[in-house]
């Protein structure tokens, strides 16, 4: 049995390489008349037999030459059975083999690839076996069987094996388990059931599988291919561009990179933006993730593609050296201020926010945001559509149409900052809610305060100092609120079954004090308190919250991470990028299969870009006519880049559940005959070497 | 003696510096007309050289009555006759005499050419030693002879004939040979002019042999082409036989080594039937101008 069997018929015909070599490379003859032919004639004669000796040999030598090469493509398999010696030869043997395909599987040790290393395994162990009946799985982020239940057909399942390659994705483990599972139950009890797993057990990929799924009589083989030593590997696990870029802004670029090696290694990556070059450079501990940084500057809006490349750098995976990702560059934002406040109020409540939102985009050096002040009432629907984010203080009693228009922004994907101070706002938050239907579920209901309560002197009670506005001020949070007291607001009770996690803040009376909840593609945050009765404005943490909490429902804190290839994919597009009609996705990936670039389709929010599973690493572009209104990165997932393996007694331990699991590496002593392919390589060259020699000694 | 004849293989300019060879013999011969060659006849005439008794019938003119008035007994005076020498040239002209026919970049020609030079240059050259030359011309067999004769009208149609020579197919120089010996009834000189390929030289020298036991003094000139000494070079060449052998396809840079030492074998045994048989051996080359081998011949010749 051979693992490329489509090398024995080519094998077969060049076996007449030799023959038909020498037709055609016979010299064609110098005709010359001779008057002492006969003395040409009588030594050939004499010597024909020697140079009859002569070709046998030589032709049987270039025979044997090109038989061992075929041998040497065909892959010869040997016995490499998981049937235990007393099993019985004539039961009926069900056979699963899950072969790793994932990125890891990639990783190059001693010169071999880890697939390699897997594939004449796997082969054996799909081959002609009597009584049995066998399936492929191919497993990385979703498991595929070769055929959908075990088969007899050995001859396409070694054919899958030989064009197994690795794929840019993580190992689903459990999925593939699953996977087994579920054909180990349709196939029925009839006979004797073995899992063969081939991979390189990657700690990251395996220390969580639970093999309770198998049924309990399976017989379980693993077959570790992962090299003795770990491969030493460097990759670039992340590449971000925190916060919302703007145009003629700087911004930062955060190079994460993992050193999987024992030592600490000084690296160096090159970071494409369009035209622009720039480098950063930085030290890995070992087994750590370094986060390099460097700044950038665009100055076109719209969406870029860049790209990320570690230099000199060899190591076991060399497809994790480089990212792609995306980066999106948005115009200035417009801050739309609703308030029935005058600007010439001084100090109000309005004053404190404008002044802030001004005062935080001064701090950072950049140029300040543009603050439109706004009276609700002579509000239109393209002053609201114009804004970036939407900040109401005191807006009053909203009408019908602007709570229409601010749930549907809400929806696709705006930001709206909500300053409840006057009861109407308690009416204003519900009308919101109640329009944005499911979209919007406020953790807590505003209520304004019962007659006859007096909401001052409030202080906050409970902060979720991990979370935005809070997390800035890092372990000095409760210093910086403590003193804060608050006045007015709204009373609030909690909604039965609503997200806790989305109140931030909440006051000594239990009211929410600071709520930040999604609205479809959008947030709101509430701040409950009237600010021109509270020391807040006066509080060195007012601007830096104000910041950050405009600075998140702008989406200035989005990190845009890439996508895992392999992975299922789902994601909105910008409400810019409605309607669905005239998009069109396209990939930088050449010879992609136009089907895995998932498909558009219209819902309540927007539209919504889906695919099976997330293509391989490259840009994908949404795009209507010649212009990309979205587009993201995918890549190979950071995991697979840790080639550290699990060790084989925890299967046994604790990963079996009490299924019998024998593990076997491939670097041990059955190694030898997985290489046999080299050393009938070695003969073919040795036999090639006989041939000269034999040339030589009889003088040819 | 003026030569009438207008051959195209006489060069008379060349021969100019040969004028004064003549053209010898080691051993006495018979001729039939008195000439500088020593006779194997001792007569009357010429250089007294010894004294012999008389037996009946010896003719009583050679008797020295002197000495028997002296002594009573009878003695005759022996002389040394000198006489003409009969040369017949042989010249083979089968096919494998016409190889170098083709000369490359300014080669000698063939054998058969060479044997046209030579042997027009050596019937011009004894006869201008007022000797006798005769020409045989065989392959299979006898095709042409003329006699030995003197008469420049004699030359002038051995030359016409040697300038006439076509090759022939096959080689049958035993028979050829037998066919002259038959047609010879007196003593001479035989030089034969073969390259001696063929299937049994031992034919040719028995034949040879028939000439030797007459007395005849035979002169084999082997002659030998450049190309036939050593294999042109290259890796494949098909040798086409002048002589109905068919071909064979080989590569000579195997077979280079064989084939010289098989050559080398093939003349060598030439020689040694040659000198076996008590003729005289000369390799010729035809590499070697054939005035130069003229000469060499002649002045070995002359002692």
């Known amino acids: 049995m051979f693992l490329h069997a489509w090398a024995i018929p080519i094998g077969a015909v060049a076996l007449s390489a030799p023959l038909v070599i020498h037709f055609l490379t016979r010299p064609k003859p110098v005709r010359m008349p001779l008057s002492t032919v006969r003395f040409v004639q009588e030594i050939v004669r004499q010597r024909s037999a020697h140079y009859r000796l002569r070709d046998w040999i030589i032709l049987a030598l270039r025979t044997v030459a090109i038989a061992l090469l075929t041998l040497v493509l065909a892959r010869p398999l040997f016995d490499r059975s998981v049937s235990p010696a007393n099993a019985d030869p004539t039961s009926t043997v069900v056979r699963l083999v899950i072969l790793d395909v994932s990125q890891s599987m990639g990783a190059v040790a001693q010169g071999i690839q880890s697939l390699e290393r897997a594939r004449p395994i796997a082969a054996r162990q799909v081959n002609d076996w009597s009584n049995t009946q066998a399936n492929l799985i191919l497993a990385a982020a979703t498991p595929q069987p070769v055929f959908e239940r075990p088969s007899t057909n050995f001859a396409t399942l070694v054919d899958e094996v030989g064009k197994a390659t690795p794929r840019p994705e993580r190992l689903n483990a459990q999925q593939a388990l699953n996977s087994a599972a579920e054909m180990f139950t349709n196939s029925g009890n009839a006979g004797r059931r073995e899992l063969v797993i081939i991979s390189d057990f990657q700690r990251a990929?395996?220390?969580?599988?639970?093999?309770?799924?198998?049924?309990?009589?399976?017989?379980?083989?693993?077959?570790?291919?992962?090299?003795?030593?770990?491969?030493?590997?460097?990759?670039?696990?992340?590449?971000?561009?925190?916060?919302?870029i703007e145009r003629d802004r700087p911004f930062r670029v955060e190079v994460e990179i993992g050193n999987y090696s024992p030592s600490p290694r000084q690296v160096s990556a090159e970071v494409a933006i369009g035209k622009s070059q720039l480098r950063v450079q930085g030290s890995c501990p070992p087994g750590q993730r370094s986060v390099l940084v460097t700044d950038a500057k665009l100055t076109e809006v719209g969406w870029h593609s860049a790209e990320v490349l570690l230099t000199g750098i060899e190591d076991g995976i060399e497809a994790d050296n480089h990212?792609?990702?995306?980066?999106?560059?948005?115009?200035?934002?417009?801050?739309?201020?609703?308030?029935?406040?005058?600007?010439?109020?001084?100090?109000?409540?309005?004053?404190?926010?404008?002044?802030?939102?001004?005062?935080?985009?001064?701090?950072?050096?950049?140029?300040?945001?543009?603050?439109?002040?706004?009276?609700?009432l002579r509000v239109d629907r393209d002053t609201l559509t114009a804004a970036d984010l939407l900040v109401l203080d005191h807006p009053g009693k909203l009408s019908e149409e602007t709570i229409q228009i601010l749930s549907a922004l809400l929806r696709r994907g705006r930001g709206l900052l909500y300053f409840a101070a006057e009861p109407i706002d308690a009416t204003n938050l519900k009308l919101l809610a109640q329009t944005a239907g499911t979209s919007l579920q406020l953790p807590v209901e505003f209520q304004p305060a019962p007659i006859g309560q007096v909401r001052k002197n409030l202080f906050l009670a409970d902060v979720r100092w991990r979370?935005?506005?809070?997390?800035?001020?890092?372990e000095d949070v409760s210093a910086v609120v403590s003193p804060l007291r608050f006045g007015g607001g709204l009373a609030s009770r909690r909604v039965e079954g609503s997200l806790s996690d989305d109140v931030i803040a909440t006051y000594n009376d239990q009211s929410a004090c600071l709520v930040v909840t999604a609205c479809g593609a959008?947030?709101?945050?509430?701040?409950?308190?009237?600010?021109?009765?509270?020391?807040?404005?006066a509080s060195p943490a007012f601007v830096p919250m104000i910041g950050e909490l405009t600075a998140h429902l702008l989406n200035r804190d989005r990190v845009y991470e890439t996508f895992a290839s392999g992975e299922p994919l789902a994601v909105y597009l910008p409400a810019a990028a409605s309607p669905v009609a005239g998009l069109r996705l396209e990939s930088s990936v050449s010879s992609l299969d136009p089907a895995m670039l998932g498909d558009l389709h219209e819902e309540n929010v927007g539209v919504m870009w889906q695919a099976v599973a997330a293509g391989p690493p490259g840009i994908y572009q949404v795009k209507r006519q010649q212009q990309s209104v979205?587009?993201?990165?995918?890549?190979?997932?950071?995991?697979e880049s840790d080639l550290v393996t699990i060790e084989s007694e925890l299967f046994k331990d604790r990963l079996s559940g009490g299924r019998h699991v024998t593990y076997r590496s491939a670097m041990d002593d059955d190694e030898s005959r997985d290489e046999a392919w080299t050393w009938l390589a070695v003969g073919c060259l040795v036999f090639l070497f006989v041939e000269v020699l034999s040339l030589r000694l009889f003088k040819s | 003696m003026a030569n009438q004849t207008q051959s195209r293989f006489l060069d008379l300019r060349l021969l100019a510096a040969l004028e004064r060879l003549r053209f010898t013999t080691r051993r006495r011969i018979d001729g039939a007309y008195s000439?500088?060659?020593?006779?194997?006849?001792?007569?009357?005439?010429g250089e007294f050289v010894d004294f012999r008794e008389y037996t009946p019938g010896d003719d009583l003119r050679r008797l020295d009555w002197k000495v028997m008035a002296r002594t009573g007994r009878t003695y005759l005076r022996m002389y040394q006759d000198e006489t003409n020498l009969s040369c017949t040239m042989l010249v083979d002209v089968s096919r494998s005499m016409l190889f170098g026919g083709a000369p490359r970049a300014g080669g000698p020609g063939s054998k058969l050419q060479y044997a046209q030079y030579l042997t027009?240059?050596?019937?011009?050259?004894?006869?201008?030693?007022?000797?006798?030359?005769?020409?045989?011309?065989?392959?299979?067999?006898?095709?042409?002879?003329v006699p030995p004769g003197g008469t420049p009208e004699h030359v002038a149609r051995v030359h016409s004939i040697i300038e006439a020579i076509r090759p022939r197919a096959t080689t049958a120089l035993g028979e050829s040979i037998r066919q002259l010996f038959a047609r010879l009834s007196r003593r001479g000189v035989l030089l034969v002019l073969s390259d001696f390929l063929c299937d049994d030289p031992e034919d040719i020298f028995s034949a040879i042999r028939l000439f030797r036991s007459r007395y005849w003094e035979v002169v084999c000139l082997h002659l030998v082409h450049p190309l036939e000494e050593k294999l042109p070079t290259g890796t494949a060449y098909r040798f086409d036989g002048l002589e109905n052998e068919g071909h064979v396809d080989c590569s000579p840079a195997e077979i280079s080594q064989r084939y010289q030492a098989r050559f080398e074998a093939h003349c060598a045994m030439i020689r040694s039937m040659s000198l076996a048989d008590g003729c005289d051996y000369r390799r010729v080359s035809t590499a070697t101008p054939y005035v130069q081998t003229l000469a060499g011949f002649l002045v070995d010749r002359s002692g």
Do not use: C
């Not at chain 1, 198998?214 to 992962?226: K, R, W, Y």
């Not at chain 1, 003795?228 to 561009?241: D, M, Q």
């Not at chain 1, 935005?468 to 890092?474: A, E, H, K, N, V």
């Not at chain 1, 979205?630 to 995991?639: D, G, N, S, V, Y």
């Open chain 1, 630 to 639: 979205f587009a993201l990165a995918t890549a190979i997932p950071a995991e």
């Open chain 1, 205 to 244: 990929n395996w220390a969580g599988v639970d093999f309770t799924v198998l049924p309990v009589d399976v017989v379980i083989q693993l077959e570790s291919v992962a090299a003795a030593e770990t491969p030493s590997n460097l990759a670039i696990t992340r590449v971000g561009t925190p916060g919302r």
């Open chain 2, 120 to 145: 027009t240059a050596l019937s011009h050259i004894v006869s201008q030693g007022q000797d006798q030359v005769g020409l045989a011309i065989a392959s299979d067999k006898l095709h042409d002879f």
């Open chain 2, 35 to 45: 000439g500088r060659h020593q006779s194997r006849q001792l007569g009357g005439a």
């Open chain 1, 323 to 376: 990212r792609s990702f995306v980066i999106e560059v948005h115009p200035q934002p417009t801050f739309l201020l609703l308030t029935r406040q005058s600007a010439d109020a001084r100090p109000s409540s309005s004053y404190f926010v404008e002044r802030a939102i001004v005062s935080h985009s001064n701090t950072q050096g950049q140029m300040a945001d543009k603050v439109v002040r706004v009276d609700p």
């Open chain 1, 522 to 537: 959008g947030t709101l945050a509430v701040l409950n308190a009237e600010l021109g009765s509270s020391n807040l404005p």
């Open chain 1, 467 to 474: 979370e935005m506005p809070f997390r800035i001020f890092g």
